[in-house]
């Protein structure tokens, strides 16, 4: 899960090196956090928070396929 956002949340900014992710496990969710870039916030978050919907559905549709709950976390 952590390589699908990071791989997701590097298409999509501009400076894809400061792109970081991590990972929290717990019993039964795993917490993603997302750090990026100031300049990018707004292009993960998107119009309405229409891009970081999109990307916890991806999130949530993969996590479900291998049983587990996963928590999508975009931090400042």
Known sequence: ???LIKYIAQ????YP???AVS???GEQTSVIELKVAKED???IIGKQGRTARA???ILSAAS???K???VLEIIE
């Open 23 to 25: 990972e929290v496990q």
């Open 41 to 43: 916030l707004g292009k």
């Open 68 to 70: 587990k709950r996963s």
């Open 11 to 14: 298409a999509l900014v501009d």
């Open 55 to 57: 990307i916890r559905t």
């Open 1 to 3: 899960m952590k390589d």
């Open 64 to 66: 479900a396929k291998i």
């Open 17 to 19: 090196e400061q792109v």
